[in-house]
Nanobody, 126 residues
Framework: QVQLIESGGGLVQAGGSLRLSCAAS????????MGWFRQAPGKEREFVAG????????YYADSVKGRFTVSRDNAKNTAYLQMNSLKPDDTALYLC???????????????????WGQGTQVTVSS
């Protein structure tokens, strides 16, 4: 079993920044690829960013590329999502996820992630 707990969400003005954290427990964190997803009201959940087990590869959705940075500290069993230049369109519930399918490849499909956190709300005002 893996438990994932997100934190760091909140209300921020457009152009501002937030740093989300995802603390993991229960299994060998380093072995697995992590992903960040978001879901806005009335919209489907969408991939935001991913990072391999050792943190050597990352991938971003086009909508956040150049503004968001995903990272992880395996010694702390924690993944991060640094979000800069936030826009109102970034408003959503942000969720972190872990897949035990792989630790060496990036995974963008949410169906391939088998552990999820509860999410942290990010609201960007205009």
């Amino acid at each position: 079993q893996v438990q994932l707990i997100e934190s760091g969400g909140g209300l921020v003005q457009a152009g501002g920044s937030l740093r989300l954290s995802c603390a993991a427990s229960g299994r060998s964190f380093t072995m697995y690829t992590m992903g960040w997803f978001r879901q806005a009201p009335g919209k489907e959940r969408e991939f935001v960013a991913g990072i391999t087990g050792r943190g050597d590869s990352t991938y971003y959705a086009d909508s956040v590329k150049g503004r968001f940075t995903v990272s992880r500290d395996n010694a702390k069993n924690t993944a991060y999502l640094q979000m800069n230049s936030l826009k109102p369109d970034d408003t959503a519930l942000y969720l972190c996820a872990l897949t035990t399918e792989t630790g060496k490849r990036l995974v963008t499909a949410d169906a391939r992630y088998n552990y999820w956190g509860q999410g942290t709300q990010v609201t960007v005002s205009s």
